[in-house]
């Protein structure tokens, strides 16, 4: 799904109004309508609502709700912020014919004083403003939106919390934007809907497609997309009858040090999981027998150091290459990290402290081979490309970073965005915060690692992999619950990810 600026969905708009073609007013009440009908089968009748509209067709959609909950049985309130002289035309037309129904009250609020008492179990309706606001929100609006925030009661956002811009909230004033507790937007999500800084004004969000012209849509281009399963599903190879396991690539997986043989033994066992034909992995010393013991199907390739990585085998022989799950980022390491990167002609996934030892010697990215990704959390992110005040900047650092080196910049969290070299950005659906836990992150690795083995070239390699990977999560989190989940789950929970993937 593509996650569009406030500037191209006002485009979007206006061509379905245009070439469907549809009224704007009639565009609204379809709109409304979706509204309406998801409000009432989540709160069903009868509740209080109290509808607050701002200026502009945001309010418009909440004065053509409030006429649809009424004939409903719902209790309903109206307050039109007095924001400015007039409403937009559609508004206007829509207060008219909400003016027929007796049973609302209307109030104009021209100051806070005229703010109604808000009950816990009370609906509040925000539609003061939509994704035309265009700077941080004073005055009244302000004062109501304190109010509100300040309530008990249920909050419904329509189309984005009032006073949160789409996109870049860099320059935002954090008080001025409505508290959600549910997000009802409009045919696509918001890019600001998936930073974490802004998960206390989204809360949870829906997307209600209202029917914007698919032509325009398809037609209109923009970084940002949602991953779905259906995309995913269609990048995948199929197996074919005669294939055998060199089909499926030789993977080089470089990880572990002393203390931390659990994070090769994810990854490897994750690698297998996903496909790939063959693995090799490349441990120091004291890890041969606890890698031939916990995985049997890998082979071992021995480091002369007993402790660390500090060399590497032939690399002719692999399809792709994956260093960092618990190396470690001594000396000898950067050392040997300096030569690998200088060697390796095969696309590579760079991950944990392999991350950091390209952040601590920033020369090193001059050598990155090409197809090359990195799948650093935030914390790595920052040695890597820097600091960043907030999510939307550190985003478009993201894609800075990804277009100047050639390479797939994965950021992970809870919507993890894989930044590709021409420019677009894919944020993922998949996963659940019980994947906040010790080693989930070797496990991607793993699986990134084999999908680049098996010939996939390296975006789609990692879309798979990151969408994959949090879709194991999640029918994980589904059968044993997020507290209990470890990582080892996530590979157990591989197979029936993969099945339902491909469903
Ligand atoms: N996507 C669509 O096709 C549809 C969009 N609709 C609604 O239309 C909305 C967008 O409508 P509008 O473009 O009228 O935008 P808004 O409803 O957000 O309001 C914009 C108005 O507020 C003023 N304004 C902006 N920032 C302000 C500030 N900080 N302080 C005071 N005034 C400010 C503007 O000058 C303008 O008059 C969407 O969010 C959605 O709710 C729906 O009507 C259905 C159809
Ligand atoms: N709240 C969350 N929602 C979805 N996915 C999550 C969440 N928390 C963590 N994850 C996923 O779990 C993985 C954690 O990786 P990382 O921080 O590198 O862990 P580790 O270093 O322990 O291996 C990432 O893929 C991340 O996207
Ligand atoms: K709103």
Same mark, same amino acid.
Request: charged share 25%; proline share 6%.
């Given at each position: 799904?593509?996650?569009?600026?406030?500037?191209?969905?006002?485009?979007?708009?206006?061509?379905?109004?245009?070439? !469907?073609?549809?009224?704007?007013?009639?565009?609204?009440? %379809?709109?409304?309508?979706?509204?309406?009908?998801?409000?009432?089968?989540?709160?069903?009748?009868?509740?209080?609502?109290?509808?607050?509209?701002?200026?502009?067709?945001?309010?418009?959609?909440?004065?053509?709700?409030? %006429?649809?909950?009424?004939?409903?049985?719902?209790?309903?309130?109206?307050?039109?912020?007095?924001?400015?002289?007039?409403? $937009?035309?559609?508004?206007?037309?829509?207060?008219?014919?909400?003016?027929?129904?007796?049973?609302?009250?209307?109030?104009?609020?021209?100051?806070?004083?005229?703010?109604?008492?808000?009950?816990?179990?009370?609906?509040?309706?925000?539609?003061?403003?939509?994704?035309?606001?265009? %700077?941080?929100?004073?005055?009244?609006?302000?004062?109501?939106?304190?109010?509100?925030?300040?309530?008990?009661?249920?909050?419904?956002?329509?189309?984005?919390?009032?006073? *949160?811009?789409?996109? /870049?909230?860099?320059?935002? /004033?954090? @008080?001025?934007?409505?508290?959600?507790?549910?997000?009802?937007?409009?045919?696509?999500?918001?890019?600001?809907?998936?930073?974490?800084?802004?998960?206390?004004?989204?809360?949870?969000?829906?997307?209600?497609?209202?029917?914007?012209?698919? /032509?325009?849509?398809?037609?209109?281009?923009?970084?940002?997309?949602?991953?779905?399963?259906?995309?995913?599903?269609?990048?995948?190879?199929?197996?074919?009858?005669? /294939?055998?396991?060199?089909?499926?690539?030789?993977? *080089?997986?470089?990880?572990?040090?002393? =203390?931390?043989?659990?994070?090769?033994?994810?990854? $490897?066992?994750?690698?297998?999981?996903?496909?790939?034909?063959?693995?090799? $992995?490349?441990?120091?010393?004291?890890?041969?027998?606890?890698?031939?013991?916990?995985?049997?199907?890998?082979?071992?390739?021995?480091?002369?150091?007993?402790?660390?990585?500090?060399?590497?085998?032939?690399?002719?022989?692999?399809?792709?290459?994956?260093?960092?799950?618990?190396?470690?980022?001594?000396?000898? $390491?950067? %050392?040997?990290?300096?030569? *690998?990167?200088?060697?390796?002609?095969?696309?590579?996934?760079?991950?944990?402290?392999?991350? @950091?030892?390209?952040?601590?010697?920033?020369?090193?990215?001059?050598?990155?081979?090409?197809?090359?990704?990195?799948?650093?959390?935030?914390?790595?992110?920052?040695? *890597?490309?820097?600091?960043?005040?907030?999510?939307?900047?550190?985003?478009?650092?993201?894609?800075?970073?990804?277009? !100047?080196?050639?390479?797939?910049?994965?950021?992970?969290?809870?919507?993890?965005?894989?930044?590709?070299?021409?420019?677009?950005?894919?944020? @993922?659906?998949?996963?659940?915060?019980?994947?906040?836990?010790? =080693?989930?992150?070797?496990?991607?690795? =793993?699986?990134?690692?084999?999908?680049?083995?098996?010939?996939?070239?390296?975006?789609?390699?990692?879309?798979? =992999?990151?969408?994959?990977?949090?879709?194991?999560?999640?029918?994980?989190?589904?059968?044993?619950?997020?507290?209990?989940?470890?990582?080892?789950?996530?590979?157990?929970?591989?197979?029936?990810?993969?099945?339902?993937?491909?469903?």
């Amino acid at each position: 799904m593509k996650i569009f600026p406030a500037s191209k969905i006002a485009e979007i708009d206006s061509y379905t109004i245009e070439h !469907e073609p549809i009224e704007s007013i009639d565009l609204m009440e %379809r709109a409304s309508r979706k509204l309406f009908k998801r409000i009432v089968k989540k709160f069903p009748a009868p509740r209080n609502c109290k509808i607050f509209v701002g200026p502009g067709n945001n309010g418009g959609d909440g004065l053509a709700l409030a %006429r649809m909950l009424a004939e409903k049985n719902y209790a309903v309130e109206v307050f039109i912020i007095k924001i400015s002289d007039c409403l $937009s035309k559609d508004a206007e037309e829509n207060l008219q014919r909400l003016k027929i129904f007796k049973t609302v009250d209307i109030y104009e609020m021209a100051s806070v004083d005229a703010m109604p008492w808000l009950f816990p179990d009370d609906i509040v309706i925000d539609a003061i403003f939509g994704s035309g606001l265009s %700077r941080p929100i004073e005055g009244l609006p302000l004062e109501v939106i304190k109010a509100i925030n300040a309530s008990e009661a249920k909050v419904i956002a329509v189309d984005i919390p009032s006073g *949160l811009m789409g996109e /870049d909230n860099s320059k935002n /004033d954090y @008080n001025g934007i409505i508290k959600a507790d549910l997000t009802l937007s409009f045919q696509f999500p918001k890019l600001a809907f998936l930073f974490p800084e802004n998960a206390q004004f989204v809360g949870e969000w829906e997307v209600l497609p209202i029917g914007l012209h698919p /032509d325009i849509i398809e037609k209109e281009q923009t970084p940002y997309k949602m991953l779905s399963r259906e995309f995913v599903k269609s990048l995948l190879m199929p197996r074919k009858k005669f /294939d055998h396991k060199g089909t499926y690539g030789h993977g *080089l997986l470089i990880s572990g040090s002393y =203390g931390k043989m659990g994070a090769a033994i994810l990854a $490897s066992r994750a690698g297998l999981r996903a496909g790939m034909g063959l693995l090799t $992995s490349h441990i120091p010393r004291l890890g041969y027998e606890i890698m031939q013991t916990a995985v049997p199907e890998a082979m071992v390739s021995i480091d002369r150091s007993d402790i660390i990585f500090t060399e590497f085998p032939d690399l002719n022989q692999f399809n792709a290459v994956a260093i960092g799950p618990g190396i470690d980022k001594k000396q000898n $390491s950067y %050392r040997a990290m300096i030569e *690998l990167l200088k060697e390796s002609k095969v696309p590579m996934v760079i991950d944990a402290d392999a991350i @950091n030892i390209i952040g601590e010697h920033p020369e090193l990215k001059d050598d990155l081979p090409m197809g090359s990704v990195f799948t650093p959390h935030p914390k790595e992110f920052e040695r *890597l490309v820097g600091k960043a005040e907030d999510s939307f900047t550190r985003n478009k650092m993201q894609r800075e970073f990804a277009k !100047e080196h050639s390479v797939t910049l994965v950021l992970k969290g809870a919507y993890t965005a894989i930044a590709c070299p021409e420019g677009s950005v894919y944020f @993922n659906p998949t996963g659940n915060p019980g994947m906040a836990t010790a =080693g989930s992150g070797d496990v991607l690795t =793993g699986i990134i690692l084999s999908l680049l083995s098996q010939g996939y070239s390296s975006k789609v390699a990692t879309i798979i =992999g990151v969408y994959l990977h949090g879709l194991a999560g999640d029918l994980a989190a589904e059968k044993i619950g997020m507290e209990a989940l470890t990582a080892g789950d996530l590979i157990n929970y591989l197979p029936k990810a993969w099945l339902r993937l491909k469903k």
